[in-house]
């Protein structure tokens, strides 16, 4: 199949994390696709931990064959004068063709990316010319021979069987040369995730003042030494299995990680949250609470639910829960207390998200990072106030991904009714994994939920 240019948006949702970017998937609506090309500056203290969970969970993930993963920590430098003169070859064909398809030694002309290739490969030069207005056919022909040689060494995985549905994710660190810098960006062009880790030095203000990327800042400048990734240690299971029988083990996350160093090594040890029971996660129902909207009369005209997301008051819900309302009375288990509010901190009608605040200190749940794709068939629980019974608990799945109105939903089976918008979708492990927001009276049980990528983003300042 022969794949044309792809349209694409980038940097959709406002990504704050390592975690963040490992566990958002890029939609794709007709010919458009959602790219991100992200740097992170600096590094915090869960640098390793967030490294060792987005390569653990990246590589289950292609396992199960849901997307394409690659982290490099340098570039190829060497290329051979044989090989160099073979792709001055498909350079010269490139322009044969009015630089409309673009070949590699690796992927011959019946690949089926030729046009991608071609119209990516031009989007690049004209950037790089940007930055290099002096730029002559001499300088260019180089350049592109070396986009070419590193296409085929990094990122021959992803064009091979290409599917732009796919999640295809690329890690580079310490990317501050211009002509690797800009292969990044060649790489989002063909509709690919990029990170780059920039620890220790960032890409220099021309290359910023273009604007392809968006930073993350995560801490101090410093050295940060990363084993190179090999997915084989994954694909073995040895990390798991068999971490009882090495010296120095090192458990790697099948869901979310919590990390300590060990004495004497040099790797974090990562540990294993473990699921809840249905008893313990319905204790969580605390941390969800009931919401009625009041007119301006004092009147009630509607409710819903919410839940605690921050420790000062923040409280998120839907945004049709608090749409209209002039005040709100919010109501916490285990407290008699009707908390009065009429602030509303943030709301998106798109996303149907909303923050309130109360004045009182609450205890909030912790909203998933990422880590491993959720999937159909796991096991959910949703904690909501149906038809204002409140705080009741219910269990399903997860039965499907839904994508309603350029966002992307979860559809679940874990019964809920009018007055549990606003609640939450908990995954085993007592973590929101989206905010009950609509469900379909016609069918049974079809339930969605706005995800948790966009509620981590929606939230961001408020934890």
Same mark, same amino acid.
């Given at each position: 199949m022969e794949y044309n240019y792809i349209e694409k948006r980038y940097n959709v949702m406002g990504l704050a994390s390592i975690e963040a970017f490992a566990g958002i998937k890029g939609g794709m609506n007709g010919n458009c696709?959602?790219?991100?090309f992200l740097r992170v500056t600096g590094a915090d203290r869960n640098f390793l931990r967030d490294v060792a969970c987005m390569d653990e969970a990246q590589t289950d993930r292609m396992l199960r064959g849901q997307g394409i993963y690659n982290r490099v920590g340098a570039f190829p430098r060497n290329l051979e004068t044989d090989m160099a003169a073979r792709y001055m070859g498909c350079y010269q064909s490139w322009l044969d063709t009015g630089r409309e398809r673009l070949f590699t030694i690796r992927l011959g002309r019946d690949s089926g990316v030729g046009e991608l290739l071609g119209a990516s490969c031009k989007k690049v030069v004209e950037a790089y010319r940007s930055c290099n207005p002096n730029m002559n056919g001499?300088?260019?022909?180089?350049?592109?021979?070396?986009?070419?040689?590193?296409?085929?060494?990094?990122?021959?995985?992803?064009?091979?069987?290409?599917?732009p549905r796919q999640s295809m994710k690329f890690v580079a660190q310490g990317v501050t040369k211009e002509q690797e810098?800009?292969?990044?960006?060649?790489?989002?062009?063909?509709?690919?995730?990029?990170?780059?880790? /920039?620890?220790?030095? =960032?890409?220099?203000?021309?290359?910023?003042?273009?604007?392809?990327?968006?930073?993350?800042?995560?801490g101090e400048k410093k050295a940060v030494a990363l084993d190179a990734y090999d997915s084989r240690k994954y694909a073995s299971g040895d990390s798991i299995k068999d971490s009882s029988k090495r010296e120095n083990p090192r458990v790697v996350?099948?869901?979310?990680? /919590?990390?300590?160093?060990?004495?004497?090594?040099?790797?974090?040890r990562v540990v294993i949250p473990r699921e809840l029971g249905y008893e313990e996660l319905a204790l969580l129902a605390s941390s969800v609470v009931m919401i009625a909207v009041h007119d301006g009369r004092g009147d009630i005209i509607g409710s819903g639910s919410g839940i605690m997301i921050g420790r000062a008051g923040y409280i998120l819900t839907n945004n049709h829960v608090a749409r209209g309302g002039s005040f709100y009375s919010v109501r916490i288990e285990n407290d008699d207390h009707v908390y009065r509010t009429d602030e509303i901190i943030k709301y998106n009608p798109v996303l149907d998200l909303a923050v309130i605040r109360i004045d009182r200190a609450?205890?909030?749940?912790?909203?998933?990072?990422?880590?491993?794709?959720?999937?159909?068939?796991q096991r959910v629980v949703a904690i909501g106030s149906p038809l204002g019974l409140f705080n009741s608990v219910s269990d399903g799945i997860i039965s499907g991904f839904r994508r309603m109105d350029d966002v992307d939903m979860i559809q679940f089976t874990a019964p809920i009714s009018h007055g549990s918008s606003g609640g939450a979708v908990l995954d085993?492990?007592?973590?929101?994994?989206?905010?009950?927001?609509?469900?379909? =009276?016609?069918?049974?049980n079809i339930n969605l939920a706005v995800g948790y990528e966009f509620i981590n983003s929606f939230i961001k300042g408020f934890q």
């Open positions: 696709k959602d790219v991100y001499s300088i260019e022909k180089n350049f592109v021979v070396k986009l070419l040689y590193w296409l085929d060494e990094l990122a021959y995985g992803y064009l091979k069987e290409w599917n810098y800009f292969f990044c960006y060649f790489l989002t062009l063909l509709g690919i995730d990029v990170l780059l880790l /920039q620890n220790e030095a =960032d890409i220099d203000d021309r290359m910023e003042a273009l604007h392809l990327s968006e930073k993350i800042a995560l996350p099948q869901e979310s990680c /919590q990390v300590r160093m060990e004495a004497g090594t040099r790797y974090p609450l205890q909030p749940l912790p909203v998933y990072q990422g880590g491993r794709p959720l999937a159909r068939g085993l492990y007592g973590r929101v994994i989206g905010v009950s927001t609509a469900g379909i =009276d016609e069918g049974q």
